[in-house]
């Protein structure tokens, strides 16, 4: 029992940053993604005994993590007798200038199909590979590169409608 708790700690120790952010994105609060993380970490331990290789650890629990916000939208939650409803303004607040900016990267994000949006976030917030990003969407690494290109010609072109892009541009040189 002891080894099965001293496992179940590291892994809770180690991975508990890279959940949260990616439960952040998926969940749009502090509070869904806290939650989100919670029911992840008592999945993996009722099921701790089928994680066979600790080096594929992170990828086990972001598989978790996915599938137990799948489930969130099989039963929806009701708050003060309403449905709670996803809003990208209560997500972390920036305090330095680039607060438009950031806003609309986030919008823009938001408006990319999840099919291009998770991938996306899984590299660039979790510093995940292609082929970890696959594993954890059952998808081959080819077809993650197509999504995360497809994602980024997307964003790039969302933003650049905007004017995000060019101002940013404009005040890099």
Known sequence: MDSRRGQFE??????TADLYR????????REAAEDLVQETFLRAWK??????????ARSWLMTIL???HARQFE???AVDGRTEELDPERLVG????????????RQSLATLHKDYREPLVLQVLG???CTEIGEILGLKPGAV?????????????ELDASGHLARRAEGSR
């Open 145 to 157: 590169m197509t999504r995360l290109s497809r994602a980024r010609h997307k964003l790039r072109r």
């Open 47 to 56: 099921s701790l005994d089928s994680l066979r290789d600790a080096r594929a």
């Open 75 to 77: 039963r929806p939650q």
């Open 127 to 129: 510093g995940y590979s």
């Open 66 to 68: 996915r599938r137990e």
């Open 10 to 15: 590291a892994l809770v120790q180690g991975y």
């Open 94 to 105: 920036f305090r330095d200038g680039g607060q438009a900016a950031a806003m609309a990267l």
């Open 22 to 29: 990616y439960a952040v994105w998926l969940g749009n609060t």
